[in-house]
């Protein structure tokens, strides 16, 4: 597994879990708003990027009994061919998995659920159907990404649906994107605040109109009745 690093201690990615997060490094897609753009591009990625080696797992095992669990995140974790194989060694200290997913994959989705390696799943929608391509910054199958809502709903023991209100989103596209999500279990909106101190995946993003939480809160009201849980995260 090839990562761009590791925060060991989160009281924020994993809910009312404490937890590590490993971020792994390259992603297939190429979000304008995206916070980490060296876990994205490729020749960011080649500069700030390891193979992940026993120490972690050594240092993992000297957290049992305080950590409860770890993240995995990205870029896109689903893309990173051990996935799997890293999964079944955490499992087997003991810790809870949080994935973090974009939904572009599927069919490792599935095999993860099944397996029964991942606790929880967290998945960005990035976007209404007609401007996903926009919003994720390529082409992208739907198709797919709507396969992974429904296996998430059907099969994961707990999840979450999140979209990012990214520059250029409105209120009516984040209306849309509810509905599409319809029948899930928790859903939440997050605003989207501009990096101080980094780059994005493209700066230009940010000259674009951008929500505000009194919006999101405005938008979580008509959807609120759809979704057991969620709401708008700052």
């Known amino acids: 597994m090839i990562i761009g690093g590791v925060q060991w201690t989160t009281l924020l990615d994993y809910p009312e879990r404490i937890a590590a997060t490993l971020f792994t490094a390259g992603c297939n897609f190429r979000c304008p708003f995206c916070h980490n753009p060296e876990l994205v591009l490729p020749e960011l990625v080649s500069n700030a990027s ?8 050594a240092q993992l095992e ?30 087997r200290l003991g810790f809870l998995i949080k994935l973090d997913t ?3 994959q599927p069919d490792v989705i599935l095999d993860v659920l099944e397996r029964g390696l ?4 967290a998945m960005d929608v990035k976007a209404p159907v007609n401007s996903y391509d926009h919003l994720a910054g390529v082409a992208v199958d739907v ?10 709903m059907r099969l994961a023991d707990d999840y979450e649906f999140r979209t990012t209100a990214a520059p250029g989103l409105s209120m009516a596209d984040l209306l849309e994107i509810g509905t599409w999500l319809d029948g899930a279990g928790a859903y939440w909106l997050q605003e989207f605040q501009a990096p101080a101190c980094k780059a ?7 000259e ?4 505000t939480t009194n919006d999101l809160e405005a938008v979580w ?7 057991p849980i969620g709401g708008v995260r700052c």
Do not use: H, W, Y
Not at 50 to 57: C, E, P, Q, T, V
């Open 62 to 91: 000297d957290r049992m009994g305080f950590l409860d669990g770890v993240v995995i995140s990205g870029g896109e974790p689903a893309l990173q061919a051990d996935l799997v194989v890293i999964l079944e060694r955490i499992k």
């Open 118 to 121: 991942v606790d929880f799943i």
């Open 143 to 152: 198709s797919a990404i709507k396969r992974s809502m429904s296996l998430i």
């Open 221 to 227: 009201l008509k959807l609120r009745d759809r979704f």
């Open 208 to 211: 674009q109109p951008v929500l």
């Open 200 to 206: 994005l995946v493209d700066m230009r993003c940010t």
């Open 50 to 57: 390891k193979r992940l080696d026993d120490a972690f797992f």
């Open 102 to 104: 974009n939904g572009s």
